[in-house]
């Protein structure tokens, strides 16, 4: 399996962008093979390319959020169990690079942590031991070191928090990151900075760690991924579909505050197909979300972690108030 040379040696080039000749090439099949009569520019603006940075309540693709919430946990008493914790995440949560196909966050993870996000999606390719960040073909310009410094930096700052984090294999399919997985923790992160158990744990346990959702074989680093009760229809051929998308995350919601409470709930409100790509998704998913969160507020009602594509503050905001 080729392995790009950037990736082994660690230098940051410019991150890839679709020219406009791409672009245009592209956009020009696609209405040959669909028999499309509508002008290019139309067609475009329906699949959010060549759009300007938004930043609205439910939706931000700028390069900082609006404000920080970075120690909201601080006011969870320690004895509540994680299971009943409503927290924000964030899909794919390396993938800033790449064109639309690829793109589903603008924050960098930093950031993403400080605005109050405590789930994150990486995704690892794995070559000759080598982990680096990919979201399908796409190299994301860093590698699992860098994510654990990020979480590794954060935790130090905000002892109060924690960071949950679903790892699991992207492109490679070698079945077997688990050594890897170690030797960059002891490489890059704190080995005593991780919850070692499938148990499920109080606040007050993983307060200052990083809990792993394992999403691959081996020994313990952490909680099963699969062990979760888990809403992931991220299949949207077109935006014509957004509709059934929004539906399955609203009855994953609403199932949630009477669900089982032993088992943590995440909802993913992502998706993205060829012609609806993680942009144009979310931008109309999200405002669905915001509007169904704002009809609820003052209560406190568990819903479990709600992860999503390009979430604005006031958004995340909104989800961590039901705490």
């Known amino acids: 399996m080729p392995l790009f040379i950037s990736e082994l040696s660690g230098q940051r080039l410019p991150p890839f962008r679709f020219s406009a000749t791409t672009v245009h090439s592209y956009m020009s099949s696609a209405r040959r093979s669909l028999g499309m009569r509508k002008p290019l ?42 299971s009943e914790i409503t927290m924000p995440g964030t899909h794919n949560t390396m993938a800033l690079y790449g064109g639309v196909l690829s793109e589903c966050q603008s924050w960098s993870l930093p950031l993403q942590l400080r605005a109050g996000v405590r789930f994150l999606d990486v995704r690892v390719r794995h070559v000759s031991g080598n982990l680096t960040i990919h979201h399908g073909v796409s190299y994301q310009w860093a590698h699992f070191g860098d994510v654990l410094e990020a979480v590794g930096d954060f935790l130090s700052d905000y002892p109060n928090e924690t960071v949950l984090m679903r790892l699991k294999e992207e492109l490679s399919e070698t079945s077997d990151i688990y050594g890897a997985v170690v030797s960059y923790i002891h490489r890059y992160g704190n080995w005593s900075q991780l919850w070692h158990s499938r148990l499920m744990p109080t606040l007050g346990e993983i307060r200052g760690k990083l809990v792993i959702l394992q999403d691959f074989t081996g020994p313990a680093l952490g909680m099963h991924y699969w062990s979760l009760d888990i809403a992931d229809k991220w299949k949207v051929p077109t935006l014509l579909h957004v509709e059934e998308k929004w539906q399955s995350v609203y009855q994953h919601l609403e199932l949630a505050p009477v669900g089982d409470m032993a088992r943590t709930f995440l909802t993913y409100s992502s998706g993205a197909g060829l012609f609806a790509y993680p942009r144009s998704v ?24 709600i992860t999503m594509d390009f979430p604005a503050a006031p958004l995340l905001q909104t989800i961590i108030d039901f705490n």
């Open 41 to 82: 520019i139309e067609l475009m603006v329906l699949l959010g390319v060549g759009s300007c940075a938004v930043q609205r309540p439910d939706y931000d693709d700028t390069p900082a959020p609006e404000f920080l919430n970075p120690s909201w946990m601080a006011h969870i008493p320690d004895n509540r169990s994680l």
């Open 282 to 305: 979310s931008q109309r998913v999200n405002v669905r979300l915001y509007d169904y969160l704002r009809a609820q507020a003052g209560q406190k009602r568990r819903l479990g972690i």
